[in-house]
């Protein structure tokens, strides 16, 4: 398999260190808009560097994106970059005829007139249109395949094949224990997606009902997370696995919800509150005369890249998805989950937990493109593909995952 990466940050060079020790790869090329950090991802690869190379490319150039494509002969483009390029880049895969895969969806736009009790363009709706696109040209877009999204979906679809007849919530639970030493406030992600994420009103889905949404941070609760994670307040936050479990899993509802803690939650609101969460680019003096810059991208500029913060981070991190049901007509309440440990990512493969966990999914689930254990056609979630394989390599990539009964 020849694999176009496009994105060499924190979670795309996490993602060449783990491809690199699997041999379903023939090449990975991989690209970004600054060709240096291509290059560095390359040349960390030491021996395997041969089945690497790097190339410049612009993310938001579809036409420079699949002419890469096809001059590579790639069978298959893995977006890590973040979620305004994520049009561009699905489009470029479908004009090439390549497989795509992403760990992030199409944005939301917020309901114009009831932002916090209606849809407006939900995550994904973009790319759900051209389903029939990519299935007349036979080929797989795999999207919201990381981590969370991506492994909590694959959980769901485990979930309601071998655990459950009938379940009435999928709730996906995320929580930490992660420090940064030195920083008061660094955030383990892309700041940029965070603030995205957190600051648009969440969607909940209900069966009877369908996808609506709420306030941000709304509905907290205490959830205690395992290995000696602990206790974590979550609150509701907009994620794609509301929006795709449902179109492949019969659940009542569908949650997410994300630990952030009061402190996390006072700065985003600070942000908003001043407009540094805006995508939108304002004007600002210059040493040359005026700049146009968004203010969302200052913010992000400002803190530190969370790639780089491993050797100072400590603790792990939890993905998990908690389901609640009947089984053989008995109530059954499980949690099912994946726990990284920053000290072990480090030494095994120089990436903090956070980005590796999210870059091991995507290339799981290339190795089962490659070897034809998923195969399928269209625009679909990780939750329309069997889970048995999934799980069984993530196991083999050194990554267990876990299964706690609640009750």
């Known amino acids: 398999m020849r694999v176009l990466l496009v994105g060499a940050g924190g979670v795309g060079t996490a993602a060449t260190r783990i491809a690199a020790r699997r041999d379903f790869l023939t090449h990975m090329v991989v690209a970004d808009y600054d060709l240096a950090r291509a290059e560095a991802a390359v040349t960390a690869l030491g021996d395997q560097e041969r089945r690497f190379s790097a190339r410049r490319v612009d993310a938001s150039d579809e036409a420079a994106v699949r002419r890469l494509l096809v001059e590579e002969g790639c069978d298959v483009l893995l977006n890590a970059t973040d979620p305004r390029f994520v049009m561009p880049l699905f489009n470029a895969a479908l004009g090439a005829g390549a497989h795509y895969v992403d760990m992030a969806m199409s944005l939301s736009v917020p309901h114009p007139t009831a932002p916090y009790e209606q849809c407006g363009v939900k995550l994904g709706d973009e790319q759900f249109a051209l389903a029939k696109a990519w299935e007349s040209a036979g080929r797989l877009a795999l999207v919201g395949m990381g981590v969370e999204p991506g492994l909590s979906d694959v959980f769901a679809r485990y979930a309601a094949d071998e655990l459950f007849d009938e379940i009435d919530e999928l709730g996906v639970r995320d929580g930490a224990n992660l420090t940064v030493e030195g920083y008061d406030f660094a955030p383990s992600f892309s700041i940029w997606t965070t603030i995205e994420e957190c600051l648009n009103p969440p969607v909940v889905y209900e069966k009877g009902r369908g996808w609506f949404t709420t306030a941000p941070f709304s509905e907290p609760e205490v959830f205690d997370f395992p290995e000696g994670i602990g206790p974590v307040e979550c609150v509701n936050v907009e994620h794609e696995e509301v929006l795709l479990m449902p179109r492949w899993v019969d659940a009542r509802r569908v949650t997410f919800k994300y630990g952030l803690g009061d402190d996390f939650i006072a700065k985003l609101k600070t942000l908003h509150e001043l407009g540094l969460d805006n995508t939108a680019k304002v004007t600002v003096p210059g040493a040359d005369g005026p700049v146009r810059v968004s203010p969302r ?48 990512t480090m030494r095994e493969y120089g990436s903090q937990a956070v980005v590796w966990q999210t870059a091991i999914n995507p290339v799981i689930a290339l190795e089962l493109i490659a070897n034809g254990r998923w195969k399928a056609s269209g625009v679909l979630g990780p939750e329309a593909l069997p889970p048995q394989p999934f799980l069984d390599l993530l196991g083999a990539y050194g990554a267990p995952w876990g299964l706690r009964e609640e009750r």
């Open 297 to 344: 991208d200052v913010v992000a500029a400002c803190l530190p890249d969370p790639a780089t913060l491993g050797d100072r981070m400590r603790g792990k991190t939890c993905a998990g998805t908690w389901v609640k049901g009947t089984k053989d007509g008995v109530a059954r309440e499980v949690y099912l989950y994946h726990v990284v440990d920053n000290e072990w």
